[in-house]
C-alpha cells in the first residue's frame, strides 16, 4: 500500500512540474507607422496574441487629429432657453 501512495505521489509531482519548465518567448511586434498598420502586414504575424495586440495598436493611433486651439463646449452649444 505504501508503495501505491508513493507511485501515486510521483505521478502527480511529476504532472504538476511537467509544463513549469517551458518558457514563452514574447513576438517583437513591429513599429506602429502606416506602412506597417496595413492588412497585408498585420497578417504576417504568426503569434495569434501578438497579431491581435499590435492590431488594436494600430487601431488607436492618432492619424493626423490634432487638437484644435479653441475646443467647443458642449453645454454652451445645448442651452435649454433655445429649445422654448
Do not use: Y
Not at 28 to 52: G, H, S, W
Amino acid at each position: 500500500m505504501k508503495r501505491i501512495n508513493i507511485l501515486i505521489f510521483a505521478v502527480l509531482v511529476t504532472a504538476l512540474l511537467d509544463g513549469c519548465d517551458t518558457k514563452t518567448v514574447p513576438h517583437p511586434l513591429p513599429i506602429v507607422n502606416d506602412a506597417n498598420c496595413q492588412m497585408e502586414t498585420i497578417n504576417k504575424i504568426e503569434d495569434r496574441a501578438a497579431r491581435e495586440q499590435f492590431a488594436g495598436l494600430c487601431s488607436r493611433r492618432s492619424v493626423g487629429i490634432v487638437p484644435t486651439e479653441k475646443p467647443k463646449n458642449w453645454l454652451d452649444l445645448s442651452d435649454p432657453k433655445d429649445k422654448r
